[in-house]
């Protein structure tokens, strides 16, 4: 009984040191030169689909709006949610559907840019599996995903739930994103997987892989989930969000300022903009990427709100830890459209 309550002692120790050591206060917000320092996990700077974050650094659209943002790429969502949530960063441009799953452990995650209505993923079959014709297909096969817990997870139990099937069907194998998941794909490691662009353009245009479903656009998402899926949005502490709302007013206007960027430029003005190293596939391809996927952006940052009940319809079949506890999802609580009206509504910088 003693050496039982040592341990509990201990344990309790660490626990403790973790806490003081680990996690910063989520409502601290660093200054320099009196302007605020921020820091905005990525999941994945070189995807189109979070390309808003590096073209309204580029633009010059965050030092308008008086505010320094420094941006750190990582390609699993799943990550860059705890690295929220243990405070080392202030922010994440990753997918809305992070913010119901945790709100299901109990933790409040808000979106406060809603930058696309749509995924803008795509599930590709490799070349070396030509019986693959359908979702239904997928039964037995290897399918990638970024990591256990990420968005494309999320994705490819809705996908494959619809047609019946349980994730004991089906082997979801963690892959990553880029370069990673085309190893995968050519060596055997996946059957088929869910990425995006540029990796969808060079696989294609390749002839590695073809695409069986394509959620880039509107139709091919209401298709393929029933209704809109809101994903690539800019989420936040709502500590954060409720202590520093001046702040999250100025990120949401640079943002805002970068949608609508967006909606006037072409796919080659968008891509002279970004880093040279991102079109290492070559500049056509890259081109070609955006112009595949730019129309996922909706130009405003507003969030839809028949998109969020979809997304936590589908959460609420096919996620593990939303599931058993749907009913008491607050969805009001997982975004907010103040500030991006706020900013819809200022004169033009």
């Not at 960063?89 to 913010?99: E, S």
């Not at 459209?337 to 819809?344: G, K, R, S």
Request: charged share 20%.
């Amino acid at each position: 009984m003693r050496y039982r309550k040592q341990l509990a002692l201990v344990a309790v120790a660490i626990a403790a040191l973790l806490t003081v050591t680990g996690c910063r206060d989520s409502r601290t917000i660093p200054m320099a030169d009196g302007r605020p320092q921020i820091t905005i996990m990525v999941g994945g700077l070189e995807k189109v689909i979070y390309l808003p974050a590096m073209l309204t650094q580029r633009l010059g659209f965050f030092e308008r709006n008086d505010i320094d943002v420094r941006l750190l790429g990582e390609q699993s969502g799943a990550t860059a949610e705890t690295a929220l949530l243990t405070g080392d960063v202030q922010g994440v441009v990753g997918f809305y559907d992070h913010t119901i799953d945790l709100q299901a452990k109990d933790q409040c995650i808000r979106s406060v840019v809603q930058m696309s209505d749509v995924p803008g993923e795509v599930e590709l079959v490799s070349k070396a599996d030509a019986d693959i014709t359908s979702v239904a297909d997928l039964r037995g096969k290897k399918l990638g995903v970024t990591s256990l817990g990420s968005s494309t997870d999320f994705l490819t139990q809705a996908l494959t739930g619809q047609q019946g099937m349980t994730t004991a069907e089906y082997t979801r194998v963690k892959v990553g994103a880029g370069q990673t998941f085309i190893a995968g794909m050519n060596h055997d490691g996946i059957d088929a997987g869910m990425t995006t662009d540029p990796t969808v353009a060079q696989m294609v245009n390749s002839g590695e892989a073809r695409i069986l479903v394509d959620m880039r656009t509107e139709a091919g998402t209401r298709a393929a989930l029933g209704g809109l899926y809101p994903a690539t949005s800019l989420y936040m502490n709502c500590a954060t969000i409720d202590a520093h709302p001046d702040i999250v007013r100025k990120l949401a206007a640079a943002f805002v300022q970068t949608l609508q960027w967006i909606r006037t430029h072409t796919p080659e003005e968008i891509a002279a903009k970004m880093p040279p190293q991102y079109a290492s596939a070559g500049k056509d391809l890259y081109v070609q990427s955006i112009r595949d996927s730019i129309g996922m952006f909706n130009g405003d940052g507003l969030m839809k709100p028949e998109g969020a009940q979809n997304v936590l319809d589908i959460l609420g079949k096919y996620s593990k830890n939303v599931r058993p506890v749907r009913d008491r999802i607050d969805l009001s609580e997982t975004y907010t459209t103040q500030f991006v009206e706020e900013a819809l509504r200022a004169p033009r910088q």
